[in-house]
């Protein structure tokens, strides 16, 4: 089974369980996450063990190749010598040490190939994980948002404030109430001695602009 299909189980199998119970999405959104990132370091120590295990074989390789090579120069050294049976039993030793070699390097090639999928499946989870972990935040801003929206919308539908509203209206017409109360003083009551005066000096300054428009009305028409 290979790591997103493992993945895509796992995580199938927990959103399940959690819309049974009727968990939020954004807990949702960080279960999602975390197994990604579980399973991005199970890949990663897979990738590791991997490794060792190449780094290993290519040693033994190493090694029986130098085995091999010894085996050839015993058997020249036997046929040199014009022993046959002993240039024979080292030919053999080096054939069978060729045919484990091969096998070596078949399986050396076998975790070549899956070191290359193991890296782009760790290349592709981590571009994954890094969506997933962009639009978290994106997420979350957005519920931020439209919580603060939503408090002030509860706010404005909020019947207080409506109570409000209709005591300081209240509160208004009181004091429109007393206004008119103390107008009502002073309707039917002569004018002060002040308030003469200031009549008068407001016709005097009436009776002086309209004396200075009728002279530039006289100097225009001459």
Do not use: C
Not at 6 to 23: F, Q
Not at 44 to 55: F, M, P, V
Not at 77 to 94: M, N
Not at 181 to 191: A, M, N, Q
């Amino acid at each position: 089974m290979g790591i997103f299909s493992r993945l895509h189980d796992i995580i199938n199998s927990n959103i399940t369980t959690m819309l049974d119970k009727a968990e939020n999405p954004e807990k949702i959104i960080r279960l999602v996450i975390q197994e990604m990132e579980d399973t991005l370091v199970e890949v990663r120590s897979d990738a590791a063990r991997t490794i060792a295990e190449k780094k290993k074989l290519q040693r033994r390789i190493d090694l029986m190749q130098r085995e091999i090579q010894e085996w050839q120069r015993k058997a020249e050294l036997a046929l040199s010598k014009d022993r046959e049976d002993l240039a024979r039993a080292a030919l053999k030793e080096k054939h069978n040490l060729e045919t484990t070699a091969d096998a070596m390097e078949h399986e050396l090639e076998l975790l070549e190939e899956q070191l290359v999928q193991l890296n782009q499946d760790t290349a592709k989870l981590q571009k994954k994980l890094d969506d997933a972990k962009a639009r978290h935040k994106a997420m979350m801003m957005k519920h931020t948002t439209v919580s603060g929206r939503l408090r002030t919308r509860e706010k404005l539908h909020d019947s207080r404030i409506d109570d409000a509203l209709a005591r300081f209206e209240s509160v208004e017409q009181k004091m429109e109430h007393m206004e008119g109360k103390v107008e009502s003083y002073d309707l039917g009551r002569d004018p002060s001695l002040e308030d003469q005066f200031a009549e008068l000096e407001a016709e005097d300054i009436i009776e002086d602009e309209l004396s200075k428009l009728k002279s530039r009305l006289s100097e225009k028409k001459q």
